[in-house]
Nanobody
Framework: QVQLVESGGGLVQPGGSLRLSCVAS????????MGWYRQAPGKQRELVAA???????NYADSVKGRFTISRDYAKNTVYLQMNSLEHEDTAVYFC?????????WGQGTQVTVSS
């Protein structure tokens, strides 16, 4: 029922920036929390950044100071601004939304950091 569509991924050089977008099919205020996860080849999916309905922020230690999660209620969109990208940031990035015990996921967008 809930659809999440990510966009903004691509190929960037180390030190570059990307801005990911996640558009939800409904109001993002209906979710308890929204966030971004990533999965690199051969690794488990990990939390990158999240924001709760109350505005509480949670970042992975590896991205603190470099990534920023934000939201636009009018556009039903959550963003992930990624600066100072590193090779280790290469992964498929997934948008996630939580409501009660239900979780929704986007299809993922590829981010590749390479020179």
């Amino acid at each position: 029922q809930v659809q999440l569509v990510e966009s903004g991924g691509g190929l960037v050089q180390p030190g570059g920036s990307l801005r990911l977008s996640c558009v939800a099919s409904g109001s993002i205020l209906s979710f308890d929390a929204m966030g971004w996860y990533r999965q690199a080849p051969g690794k488990q999916r990990e939390l990158v950044a999240a924001i709760s309905r109350l505005g509480i922020l949670n970042y992975a230690d590896s991205v603190k100071g470099r990534f920023t999660i934000s939201r636009d209620y009018a556009k039903n969109t959550v963003y992930l601004q990624m600066n100072s990208l590193e090779h280790e940031d290469t992964a498929v990035y997934f948008c996630n939304a939580e409501r009660a015990t239900m979780s929704s996921w986007g299809q993922g967008t590829q981010v590749t950091v390479s020179s």
